[in-house]
């Protein structure tokens, strides 16, 4: 059995501000420890559960979080982008499960912690064939399109109740409990990477269960911006539609390609607006 890891990093037990989740932000040292903390009980589970290989993806912001000398000497790591996949690079080597692991909430979900999707400032909101997706949706759709089943999602209770939603079989483990975008009431850590090790563990004993997340073609990507301005600069890309003064659309029946559009509209808001590309 081989197993994909998407790491994150809003969703880990004890995250709750941006000041914990930007590269040379006060708590980010810390954080990345955390997080480096639940990726290593993500791997134990999986081995625990007889994995002979497992690619952890590291997926959030600049996408060069993790610690390696202190992860788990039997996992290997994609490190760095761009990279066409995004969040779910290495997914296409023949996996046969993967794990959403520190997740978060779509944008403008609930008050989930740090909601956002994608890129926290100016995305407002983004749907595929009319339903809100987070990135939880987006990445488990790209998941479905190889035909790899969502074995396991962590984060707060407000992406555990995206991911019941939209996954019906897949495990969750809720970690902490939002407040506010910017408050969390947590497990402590060590707790938080217990749950996780026995949830991956036996959500991959059951994996046959777990069926791959489908959506059926086209996919309609439509995008809610903040600013008429950024809507304004995407319709200039071959393909993209403007639906609303703030929002565009781009229809496709190849997912890879919508996933991919997405990423590349976010570097037109990025550009546009002379703001950091910092997301995910
Ligand atoms: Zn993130």
Redesign the pocket.
């Known amino acids: 059995m081989k197993v994909h890891i998407s790491m994150?990093?809003?969703g880990v037990a004890g995250v709750a501000a941006g000041a914990d989740?930007t590269l040379g932000a006060p708590h980010y040292e810390y954080c990345r420890r955390l997080m480096t903390g639940e990726c290593n009980a993500a791997i134990a589970g999986c081995f625990d559960a007889g994995a002979a290989e497992v690619v952890v993806n590291d997926s959030?912001?600049t996408m060069l979080n993790l610690l390696q000398e202190e992860l788990d000497e039997r996992a290997r790591v994609v490190r760095g982008r761009p990279k066409p996949l995004g969040m779910m690079q290495a997914l296409d080597r023949g996996m046969d499960a993967t794990l959403f692991i520190g997740y978060h909430a779509a944008a403008g979900h609930g008050d989930g912690v740090l909601n956002h999707t994608m890129r926290g400032r100016d995305l407002l909101r983004v749907s595929l064939n009319g339903e809100m997706a987070g990135e939880l949706r987006l990445n488990a759709a790209m998941a479905g399109w190889h035909g790899v089943p969502v074995a396991l999602v962590s984060g707060d209770d407000v992406v555990c109740r995206e991911a019941r939603e939209t996954l019906p079989g897949t495990g969750v483990v809720e970690v902490k409990e939002a407040i506010d975008k910017y408050t969390a009431l947590s497990l402590h850590p060590g707790r938080a990477r217990q749950a996780i090790r026995q949830g991956a563990a036996s959500a991959l004993e059951r994996l046959a269960e777990i069926r791959p997340y489908r959506v059926d073609p086209p996919f309609a990507l439509r995008i809610e911006w903040s600013s008429t301005s950024i809507a304004s600069w995407c319709e200039g890309v071959p393909g993209v539609k403007r639906v609303s003064p703030r929002e565009v659309e781009y229809v496709s029946s190849d997912y890879p390609e919508v996933y991919r559009l997405l990423r590349v509209l976010l570097m037109v808001a990025s550009a546009s607006t002379g703001t950091p590309h910092s997301y995910?």
Do not use: C, F, K, R
Request: proline share 0%; charged share 45%.
């Open positions: 994150d990093m809003e989740t959030h912001g995910d």
